[in-house]
């Protein structure tokens, strides 16, 4: 066959992009399992970080996640629950848009809504060392037992330096990434209402 002729320039790159689809195909099938268990992983250590319960390896937290997070269906929801230093706290996982796309994560409230007890990030799409820093351990601490002002927390575009006050519903938005961070207040605030009004729906049906 001519090389030269648009026949062969057909079936060549026919073959060629068989070839990388078949390739691609294999090894989605041959990994998709493994990936299937890391994301298992990310959302059952996100649970527990927003709960504050603490593991040492992956085994730890798997058996942790099951002896102490009880998980109840409601309306199609998940929710968690697990006893923490004598307290009820509820946590559910929410998804809402932030500057660049979705972000996923839990969000755990202690059982009288009146303080978040813990927040943590499962995926972002966000840009990493701007809006990608809400994955940090600093900003996330900021709402750990943060009280609430009428179901609501408030970011605070300048920062606040040294005021670690977690009565005043306030957290301090990242640096180069005012959009992100009020998408966050946003987020956190939309899941506040519909965690704790699915709560109450649990203990209304007890």
Not at 89 to 93: D, L, P, R, T, V
Not at 192 to 195: D, F, G, P, S
């Given at each position: 066959m001519n090389k030269q002729s648009k026949?062969?320039?057909?079936i060549?790159?026919?073959v060629i992009s068989f070839f990388f689809v078949?390739?691609?195909?294999?090894?989605?099938e041959f990994t998709k399992d493994r990936i299937a268990m890391n994301n298992e992983l990310f959302e059952i250590k996100a649970v527990l970080y927003a709960f504050g319960i603490e593991y040492k390896d992956n085994n730890d937290a798997y058996e942790k996640y099951d002896r102490e997070v009880k998980i109840i269906e409601i309306n199609d929801q998940k929710?968690?629950?697990s006893e923490v230093n004598g307290e009820n706290?509820?946590?559910?996982?929410f998804t809402g848009n932030a500057l660049w796309g979705p972000a996923t994560g839990v969000l755990a409230l202690k059982e009288d809504f009146t303080r978040i007890h813990g927040l943590d990030f499962i995926s972002h799409n966000e840009t990493p060392g701007l809006?990608?820093?809400i994955e940090e351990k600093w900003f996330k601490e900021q709402f750990k037992n943060l009280k609430l002002n009428?179901?609501?927390?408030?970011v605070v575009i300048t920062p606040r330096e040294g005021d670690t006050n977690k009565d005043n519903s306030l957290v301090d938005s990242i640096t180069g990434a005012t959009n992100t961070s009020l998408s966050i207040e946003t987020i956190v605030n939309q899941s506040?209402?519909?965690?704790s009004s699915l709560v109450e729906a649990i203990k209304y049906a007890e």
């Open positions: 026949l062969y320039t057909i060549f790159t026919f078949f390739i691609l195909a294999f090894a989605n929710i968690f629950f706290i509820y946590a559910m996982i809006g990608g820093r009428n179901g609501n927390i408030k506040v209402e519909k965690l």
